[in-house]
């Protein structure tokens, strides 16, 4: 089964935050996706990655931690106790403890609009195209594409400019 | 009761995105984003962060929703919509029996076209010709500079040119913070292969995507239009063709870029010779390039030259009148060109047309029915100094905030207070409001229904998603409620009795040849809108202008030969920095909208001067440090950021929270814009307390009136 997720390319981000904002629409007041600024040369956006091998998923005592059928890991409220094991585990520091329902929170890839057909609210509104939803493979296939047309597209010009010299 | 999407246009920027409202019986649920919309603005319903947050500042608790009258200076009163009307149009009758011109109405590039056009209407028929918007504080000079050269104050092309141009110059002009949907297409195009030229005073987010990235001082942009040129012309890359067959003026302009060598324009600029011979080579070679620019190119006593000048540089490479070129200034607000089109103006008529041209004015005099004044009027700093000369003293403002937004601040608030009248139509309270005698609560954008003009000419209509709070009215409404009351019943183009904005756009069609073909039915019907110029129905409208002709009256592109002038005010020994303006992407303008909405201020929650390393250890500033920032004009208290961003000797600070009461409102002779972009300043370290002490003379962003409830 094809695993969706955000890709995130660094280097179209320009840090507008919009993903934020509307991560925080879309989700009462919060936002899950995070922009970071890199020594005012760049800045990357970094949400939850849904790994493949989550360790957030195994360690979860009460299973309540669990991958939908695109692949979101995603969590049942009902079932958490707040343990922040998760948390702990977690590489990037994406859950966080919701103090009030005394759960934890994180990222879903917005399954209430994929349940409607749509793509996650941050991949949606990115003015630039930094995040892109859909199959890792098939992103990196038409990123390979991409790549190869600029050669060519390169390899032609430098081809004009030789000829001319001649 | 079912939930609908109802169709808008963003409320924010010159973008004009479209978006979805989820709306429940006339309140908000959320947004969606107008994915389905072929050809649109924003491809695919791509939205920024204010767009995002577009919902938040309307459920703000502090909307105004009565008609107010003031008791004493800040201090309000409930009244009814009639009494309110009533005295608004008896005191504008009285000053118009007596002395019109000692009125001033301000327009808004926040509001739709129809009140606009309203508003310019209800001026004239009053009298006068004192009508302006705050398109003088930003894009004047831009109207006036293109206007001169190439015949029409309007971007000459639309997006789509700038995703299939080759090199894209960008000037003065923080594209990515400002119009991040905007961005998108120069992001696309350099995907393609374009390359990307940023000159900025500061290293912007812009400027991390810039194949060539310029560090000019600010206010030294013609000693870099003109080193550019003197190359182009030196090395023989301008199209000789097109400047033979459609340019006039190349050999003056060859003569004036004589002496702007690229290292006499190092000396002035501090941009290293090399690379303004390379920026010139990439952008005449490339075949398809566009020059796109915003306040740091206009903002400025020779931001008219300026823009000539950016212009003059895209005509003598032959960057005009096709496809995937072009010059394009990039309006801040979303309906900044419409406001201009339909004669916010003092000098103008609906449609640009003169108000000193006898003919014009006896075509208005008779469609309006009344008799017209040719004297051109006064622009929003000079309606500030004629108050001062007891001049002007009256103001109508319609949804604009002066005291934050004009430069020299603490001129503006003693101006204000010397006003015998003034009228405030807004949305909320602000800053300006304080000095109001008469406040009338507006429908905000989303809450009634229009057309707006876009950055690129594009002409949109925007329904009705929500219900206005409490008695707020549409803009359209109020005017034509006053006009009436001032005796303007007459039927059709000689009164104000509309009943909806339909009407108005109509009557708009009838006045203005640009507009003649944009009729409300056809912009109900195609949600992606129409390019002016559209004359006829049957007309598809313009994608990009100028392929047969300018529209100077000889069909030539008059090229501008500038020689060099620096800013007004220079740093001296007393005042040693440089200080200009920015903004953040999260802020709009003078905060009355975003500064309400809790995910952005969240988000950018106060300003942040940026200052040099250098200079800020040789002051011993630390980022987070308070500073004060003095000009001969006042002083603002902000907390500091130390960074590279900005050089030597400069100082950035961003202006939504109330820095114009550092900047100079020294005028362009031509376009009367403030230079607000660059101005000398000093800095010191304060404690927190003495920066609390300090902010109590700044005017609140977000102010509290006392009401009294009626």
């Known amino acids: ?166 | 009761m079912e939930e609908k999407l109802v169709p808008v246009v963003c409320p924010y920027c010159g973008v004009g995105c479209r978006l979805y409202i989820k709306s429940l019986d006339g309140y908000p649920r959320g947004i969606e984003y107008a994915k389905d919309i072929p050809g649109i603005s924003n491809e695919n319903g791509k939205l920024c962060p204010k767009g995002n947050a577009v919902l938040e500042y309307l459920l703000a608790k502090d909307r105004l929703k009565k008609p107010l009258k003031a008791t004493e200076q800040g201090k309000f009163v409930e009244i009814s919509w009639s009494e309110a009307i009533k005295e608004v149009a008896e005191r504008l009758r009285a000053y118009s029996k007596d002395d019109p011109n000692a009125m001033m109405f301000f327009g808004s590039a926040r509001t739709f076209n129809e009140p606009n056009y309203l508003i310019q209407k209800l001026a004239r028929m009053l009298g006068t010709n004192n009508v302006d918007h705050c398109a003088r504080l930003c894009h004047s000079s831009t109207v006036s500079g293109l206007k001169a050269v190439f015949g029409a104050g309007a971007m000459t092309n639309t997006y789509k040119d700038i995703e299939e141009a080759n090199v894209i110059f960008i000037i003065g002009h923080n594209y990515a913070e400002t119009h991040p949907v905007g961005f998108r297409y120069v992001l696309k195009a350099k995907e393609r292969g374009a390359k990307v030229i940023v000159a900025d005073p500061r290293f912007t987010r812009t400027a991390w995507f810039a194949d060539i990235f310029l560090q000019h001082y600010p206010g030294t942009d013609i000693a870099l239009l003109n080193g550019m040129m003197h190359v182009i012309i030196k090395e023989n890359l301008y199209d000789e063709d097109f400047v033979m067959r459609r340019c006039v003026g190349f050999d003056e302009l060859a003569r004036t870029v004589e002496k702007f060598t690229p290292e006499y324009v190092e000396k002035i600029t501090g941009v290293p010779a090399e690379l303004i011979v390379q920026a010139a080579r990439t952008f005449a070679t490339a075949g398809k390039g566009v020059i796109t620019w915003a306040m740091g190119l206009t903002q400025h006593t020779h931001g008219h030259d300026n823009v000539r000048l950016a212009a003059t540089l895209s005509a003598i490479c032959g960057y005009q009148g096709k496809e995937g070129c072009g010059v394009s200034p990039m309006r801040g607000q979303n309906n900044v060109q419409g406001a201009c089109d339909l004669g916010v103006l003092p000098n103008v008529f609906p449609g640009y047309q003169a108000v000193t041209d006898p003919e014009k004015r006896k075509f208005f005099e008779e469609f309006w029915g009344v008799e017209l004044s040719g004297e051109v009027g006064l622009t929003v700093i000079e309606a500030a100094h004629a108050i001062e000369k007891g001049k002007v003293k009256a103001y109508y403002i319609m949804g604009e905030n002066p005291v934050i937004s004009d430069a020299n601040t603490n001129h503006v608030l003693k101006a204000l207070q010397k006003l015998e009248f003034m009228v405030v139509q807004d949305i909320v309270p602000t800053p300006t409001m304080e000095f109001a005698d008469i406040v009338l609560p507006a429908a905000a954008m989303l809450e009634n229904e229009g057309s707006l003009t876009n950055t690129e000419r594009r002409v949109q209509w925007s329904f009705q998603a929500l219900n206005p709070p409490g008695e707020a009215r549409p803009d359209w409404w109020i005017v034509s409620e006053i006009g009436k009351a001032a005796g303007f019943s007459g039927d059709g183009a000689r009164g104000f009795r509309y009943t909806s904005p339909e009407d108005i756009l109509r009557e708009i069609n009838a006045c203005t040849p640009q507009y003649g073909g944009i009729t409300p039915e056809r912009l109900k019907s195609n949600l992606a809108g129409i390019h002016w110029p559209c004359p006829s129905e049957d007309h598809p409208g313009t994608r990009v202008l100028y392929k047969e002709r300018f529209l100077t009256p000889d069909g030539k592109a008059h090229l501008a030969a500038v020689d060099y002038r620096g800013p007004a005010e220079v740093p001296d020994e007393e005042y040693p920095f440089l200080l200009t303006t920015v903004r953040y992407v999260g802020h709009y303008h003078t905060l009355t909208m975003t500064g309400r909405s809790k995910a952005l201020v969240k988000r950018w929650p106060e300003p942040l001067a940026e200052i040099h390393p250098e200079d800020a250890e040789r002051l011993g500033i630390k980022t987070g440090d308070w500073i004060k920032i003095e000009t001969k004009r006042g002083a603002y208290p902000v907390r500091a950021k130390v960074t590279r961003t900005v050089k030597k000797g400069v100082i950035a600070v961003p202006w939504h929270w109330g820095a114009n009461v550092l900047t100079n409102d020294a005028l362009d002779p031509v376009s009367k814009i403030p230079e607000t972009k660059a101005c000398a300043c000093r800095i010191a370290k304060i404690s927190e307390e003495e920066a609390r002490e300090l902010m109590k003379a700044v005017p609140k962003v977000i102010p509290e009136f006392e009401v009294v409830k009626g």
């Open chain 1, 1 to 166: 089964m094809a695993r969706k997720t955000i890709f995130i390319d660094f280097s179209k981000c320009i840090e507008c935050r919009a993903c934020e904002v509307a991560c925080e629409r879309e989700h009462n007041g919060r936002s899950f996706i995070n922009v970071f600024e890199w020594q005012e040369m760049a800045a990357m956006a970094l949400n939850c990655r849904h790994c493949e091998k989550a360790p957030c998923v195994e360690v979860c005592p009460t299973n309540a931690l669990y991958r939908d059928e695109d692949g979101a890991v995603l969590l049942a409220p009902q079932k958490c106790i707040g343990c922040l094991m998760c948390g702990i585990v977690c590489p990037f520091g994406i859950p966080e403890l919701d103090v009030l329902d005394k759960i934890m929170m994180k990222c879903d890839l917005c399954s209430h609009r994929r349940a409607e057909g749509k793509l996650p609210a941050c991949v949606e509104t990115c003015p630039t195209d930094a995040l892109l939803f859909g199959d890792f493979n098939d992103i990196q296939r038409m990123r390979r594409r991409e790549f190869t047309e600029k050669a060519i597209e390169i390899a032609k010009k430098g081809e004009r400019i030789s000829l001319r010299a001649l």
